[in-house]
């Protein structure tokens, strides 16, 4: 074969592969919708995270506005420190209210931020206040049957007067 | 009775003796290939030469099988996903099995079927032919003439092709999910870009092919090179060369896995 047409294929091969990788980031990965290059982070303590993991979405009025970049648990205040980094071209009040939601009934847990009315905004490294902890289904459930139950205790004894 | 015994254990020790000297040989000509690289990549035409061979014929069946198994991924996740009412997380399950496992896997072993054991023929014949023998009487190393270039192609094309493989992949499962069946293109595309993480998935997927790709046209320039210099030779060697790198693809596949992937979500 001549060495022209044999370069001609390589080029193109290698420029098909590179262009393959180039959609596979943009496309398919989130490389186009969000980058973590500048970006704050702040943190938030949780009484009970539930199923949330690192890498969950951080989402204010359903837009993702940053990534949970670190779990930790804390054995000072026996809570979870939720450490995550958001987008800096959202700013949030002080006094934004953090708490833990489900997608869907069985979908991904994520933290949805709710503004505040605070003048001040959150900057790097600063604590976020108010929190919501995960809604845990068993405690839920547990709670539901406790009460019941002390439903059906007054009714017997109201039955027995 | 014991004499017996005595001859068995000969006989494992004799084996175990035979791989590891193999193993050894292998890693020093692994190394010699290393060390003399230097003049190939100097000599880039070469590389570019065995790039067409090894990479660009390889085209052709690494993007039929990359749609196929997309097409099939689709409608297998879509099977299941719709009994649970998820059915357009079909497109998240495409993206992150091509990317993190199959992508890298299925076009390694494509690769190592399709031009590991090319490499490795055409090696074996070229020392059974004596070819190797005439051009180190003419003072030219073949480790570097012969052997460096088909290895540092078989390095550059192995994480294209993988690319390739997903790209093409995600484009099948695209079709049959969105085209054929008709879940909506939106939430498609929008809960796999959710899903799929640059560094996480896409930065080690890559990083696997890149090992794949050592490793396999490191195996099949060993076996070619290696290959006793007879018809017979050559088939045992182009065998090996098949079965160790598809094993090796897939022993290395799991404790990458297990490193990249370990505990996360």
Redesign the interface.
Known sequence: ?Q?TT??L??G???I???G??L???F???????YSAADSYVVTGSFENIGGL?????VKSAGV?VGRVTGIQFSTDTFDAQVIMSIDSRYQFPKDTFASILTSGL?GEQYIGLAAGGDEAVLKSGDKIMKTNSALVLEEMIGRFLFNKASEGDGKEKAGAD | MPRRIVIGIRGVGHRVIDSIWRLGYASRFFLLTMLKSGTSLRRFGLIIREVYFTGVLSLIIILVSGLFVGMVLGLQGYETLQRYGAESAVGTMVALSLLRELGPVVAALLFASRAGSAITAEIGLMKATEQLAAMEMMAVDPIARVVAPRFWAGVISMPLLAALFSAIGVFGGYLVAVVLIGVDEGSFWSQMQDAVDFRYDIVNGVIKTCVFGVAVTAIAVFEGYDASPTAEGVSGATTRTVVTSSLAILGLDFVLTSFMFRGMS
Not at chain 1, 27 to 33: A, I, R, S
Not at chain 1, 53 to 57: G, H, L, S
């Open positions: 074969m060495r044999m370069d294929w390589v193109i091969f290698v098909a592969g590179i393959a990788l959609v596979l980031a496309k398919v990965g989130n490389l186009g919708t993991k690192v890498r969950a979405p993702v069985i």
